[in-house]
């Protein structure tokens, strides 16, 4: 993929993030429902795009300091990703089966 | 049988199967189910988020199935249950939600947290947690055979009213039927218009059928508390009676959780397929009329909308029977906005119209349903469900709207063709 594209994808996730943040923060419900489970699941989703944005535009940190701290970013990521909401990414193919399967059995689009 | 917070517990844990433990996982509080929930829609109130009535089960699923809850529990971190806990979230799980399923339609992740609502119940009433109301319904239905308390000498009574109304006997215990009728205590009481009405279409679509007196009440208290033993005892009476009579269908009436039990739960509390058929009147009565047994003769002349009962259409898969039925008889039929399967509920379903400490929030939520009617600009509305259909009766007389509510089955006999 073209540098550009990336680097504009990453921009947009970021901003995209922030934004959910704020929606989190700001909505009675969200902001009742929310624990620290969904601030760390948002962080440690924030962190790889961050610090490998600012490691390729060579910002605050060396170079090959913030590239290893991308990578540990992704490795926590990755680590966290099944203790977490982010396991969601998975485990939402097994709750819509359940869901499409009970109403489809009655004949029900849902 | 005592109720203790240990019982309860032990519910809480034993219904975590793996739809729930992957609802659980999949929620990422996005908050969408709030703004599908007729609770939270009209009041405005954080606490009736769908999800966060279920907030005591998701912490047992939390503290005793995934790895860091049970890690946390061991180190003493994790905020156990509590009495006081599920005391205070009795009126969320009972009087809040008519477990219409209008949040499981909507949920991104695709959770059905209605299902989830349904088994904590059982927690909720194992450690003594529900509505006393719901109690004494439950005992009643258990004890006497009907939630509202009815014997079969009152069904009697009514059918001897409808064969002199009417002039046609209506079977008892008729062995070898094709139909098993059952009714909702609501209609015994309340409607005897049903019985009524079926016994002409009946008779004239040449049906065979009959009533049972050890099985005529459909409701099913025990699915509304929360406690499958009870709901298992219930819906047993009907498969004993259906195969006592060898029928060869068991018909649901109007009422929306009648249809739920049985047709739904029932083979799945009774652990074995039945040997019978379920369907819900309107279904029997769409096929008659696909069958051309069910001759109707002129159109209703009055602007007239349906009111989807949850349990029967969103929760039920009957959603097209009742459009064909009206469209046979009903010259000005106007649908209300959000009709089929994303209809508001009445707000009186899953125990909330026998819960008296409800009634309050019942009427404040019946706000849209008001609206729905205004929109429609009709003053006569059709449901399928005895218990929606009271409920709307009240909302309606509270709101000072004069609009009729009618059953679809005794409109349909209206305009029945008879005596060819």
Same mark, same amino acid.
């Given at each position: 993929?073209?540098?550009?594209?990336?680097?504009?994808?990453?921009?947009?996730?970021?901003?995209?993030?922030?934004?959910?943040?704020?929606?989190?923060?700001?909505?009675?419900?969200?902001?009742?429902?929310?624990?620290?489970?969904?601030?760390?699941?948002?962080?440690?989703?924030?962190?790889?795009?961050?610090?490998?944005?600012?490691?390729?535009?060579?910002?605050?940190?060396?170079?090959?300091?913030?590239?290893?701290?991308?990578?540990?970013?992704?490795?926590?990521?990755?680590?966290?990703?099944?203790?977490?909401?982010?396991?969601?990414?998975?485990?939402?193919?097994?709750?819509?089966?359940?869901?499409?399967?009970?109403?489809?059995?009655?004949?029900?689009?849902? | 049988?005592?109720?203790?917070?240990?019982?309860?517990?032990?519910?809480?844990?034993?219904?975590?199967?793996?739809?729930?433990?992957?609802?659980?996982?999949?929620?990422?509080?996005?908050?969408?189910?709030?703004?599908?929930?007729?609770?939270?829609?009209?009041?405005?109130?954080?606490?009736?988020?769908?999800?966060?009535?279920?907030?005591?089960?998701?912490?047992?699923?939390?503290?005793?199935?995934?790895?860091?809850?049970?890690?946390?529990?061991?180190?003493?971190?994790?905020?156990?249950?509590?009495?006081?806990?599920?005391?205070?979230?009795?009126?969320?799980?009972? /009087?809040?939600?008519?477990?219409?399923?209008?949040?499981?339609?909507?949920?991104?992740?695709?959770?059905?947290?209605?299902?989830?609502?349904?088994?904590?119940?059982?927690?909720?009433?194992?450690?003594?947690?529900?509505?006393?109301?719901?109690?004494?319904?439950?005992?009643?239905?258990?004890?006497?055979?009907?939630?509202?308390?009815?014997?079969?000498?009152?069904?009697?009574?009514?059918?001897?009213?409808?064969?002199?109304?009417?002039?046609?006997?209506?079977?008892?215990?008729?062995?070898?039927? /094709?139909?098993?009728?059952?009714?909702?205590?609501?209609?015994?009481?309340?409607?005897?218009?049903?019985?009524?009405?079926?016994?002409?279409?009946? &008779?004239?679509?040449?049906?065979?059928?009959?009533?049972?007196? /050890?099985?005529?009440?459909?409701?099913?208290?025990?699915?509304?508390?929360?406690?499958?033993?009870?709901?298992?005892?219930?819906?047993?009476?009907?498969?004993?009676?259906?195969?006592?009579?060898?029928?060869?269908?068991?018909?649901?009436?109007?009422?929306?959780?009648?249809?739920?039990?049985?047709?739904?739960?029932?083979?799945?509390?009774?652990?074995?397929?039945?040997?019978?058929?379920? *369907?819900?009147?309107?279904?029997?009565? /769409?096929?008659?009329?696909?069958?051309? *047994?069910? &001759?109707?003769?002129?159109?209703?002349?009055?602007?007239?909308?349906?009111?989807?009962?949850?349990?029967?259409?969103?929760?039920?898969?009957?959603?097209?029977?009742?459009?064909?039925?009206?469209?046979?008889?009903?010259?000005?039929?106007?649908?209300?906005?959000?009709?089929?399967?994303?209809?508001?509920?009445?707000?009186?379903?899953?125990?909330?119209?026998?819960?008296?400490?409800?009634?309050?929030?019942?009427?404040?939520?019946?706000?849209?349903? &008001?609206?729905?009617?205004?929109?429609?600009?009709?003053?006569?509305?059709?449901?399928?469900?005895?218990?929606?259909?009271?409920?709307?009766?009240?909302?309606?007389?509270?709101?000072?709207?004069?609009?009729?509510?009618?059953?679809?089955?005794?409109?349909?006999?209206?305009?029945?063709?008879?005596?060819?």
């Amino acid at each position: 993929m073209p540098s550009a594209l990336v680097d504009a994808s990453v921009v947009a996730a970021i901003v995209a993030l922030f934004v959910l943040l704020a929606h989190r923060l700001n909505n009675p419900v969200k902001r009742m429902l929310s624990g620290f489970g969904d601030y760390l699941a948002w962080t440690v989703t924030l962190l790889p795009l961050l610090t490998g944005y600012m490691a390729y535009h060579h910002l605050m940190l060396e170079y090959t300091l913030m590239l290893s701290l991308h990578i540990f970013s992704v490795e926590l990521l990755l680590v966290l990703l099944p203790f977490t909401k982010l396991f969601h990414t998975f485990s939402v193919f097994v709750s819509r089966w359940y869901n499409g399967d009970f109403y489809g059995r009655k004949g029900v689009a849902s | 049988m005592s109720a203790t917070l240990a019982k309860g517990i032990n519910a809480f844990k034993e219904v975590i199967d793996t739809p729930i433990a992957s609802y659980f996982s999949s929620c990422v509080h996005c908050g969408l189910c709030a703004e599908a929930c007729l609770f939270h829609n009209e009041t405005g109130d954080p606490k009736y988020t769908p999800i966060h009535k279920l907030e005591p089960l998701r912490r047992v699923w939390k503290q005793e199935y995934t790895l860091l809850g049970k890690l946390g529990k061991m180190l003493g971190l994790s905020k156990p249950v509590t009495d006081e806990e599920l005391t205070e979230w009795e009126p969320l799980v009972y /009087d809040s939600c008519t477990m219409c399923g209008r949040c499981s339609m909507v949920c991104p992740v695709g959770n059905d947290i209605t299902y989830m609502i349904r088994k904590m119940r059982e927690g909720m009433s194992a450690s003594g947690h529900a509505p006393e109301d719901m109690k004494g319904a439950t005992k009643r239905a258990i004890e006497i055979g009907s939630p509202m308390g009815i014997k079969w000498p009152a069904v009697q009574a009514q059918i001897k009213h409808v064969q002199a109304e009417t002039n046609i006997e209506v079977p008892v215990d008729k062995m070898g039927a /094709d139909y098993l009728v059952l009714m909702s205590s609501m209609e015994i009481i309340n409607f005897p218009e049903y019985l009524s009405a079926i016994s002409r279409i009946f &008779k004239q679509a040449g049906v065979s059928w009959t009533l049972a007196p /050890d099985a005529f009440e459909a409701t099913n208290s025990g699915i509304q508390i929360g406690s499958s033993d009870l709901a298992r005892e219930i819906v047993s009476r009907i498969v004993v009676a259906a195969e006592r009579l060898k029928v060869k269908c068991v018909i649901s009436p109007e009422c929306g959780h009648a249809f739920t039990a049985i047709r739904w739960e029932g083979p799945n509390l009774m652990g074995k397929p039945f040997g019978f058929e379920v *369907k819900h009147i309107l279904e029997v009565l /769409d096929e008659l009329h696909a069958a051309g *047994k069910l &001759k109707t003769k002129g159109k209703d002349k009055r602007p007239l909308t349906y009111h989807d009962p949850c349990q029967i259409t969103r929760r039920g898969g009957v959603v097209e029977q009742p459009r064909r039925l009206l469209g046979s008889v009903a010259e000005d039929f106007r649908e209300m906005p959000d009709a089929g399967v994303m209809n508001w509920c009445c707000g009186g379903g899953g125990g909330v119209s026998a819960n008296s400490r409800a009634e309050p929030l019942r009427l404040e939520v019946f706000k849209v349903k &008001k609206r729905q009617i205004e929109a429609t600009g009709v003053h006569t509305m059709i449901t399928a469900c005895a218990n929606c259909r009271i409920v709307m009766e009240e909302g309606l007389e509270h709101y000072h709207m004069k609009v009729e509510v009618l059953g679809l089955t005794e409109l349909l006999a209206e305009y029945l063709v008879e005596g060819e």
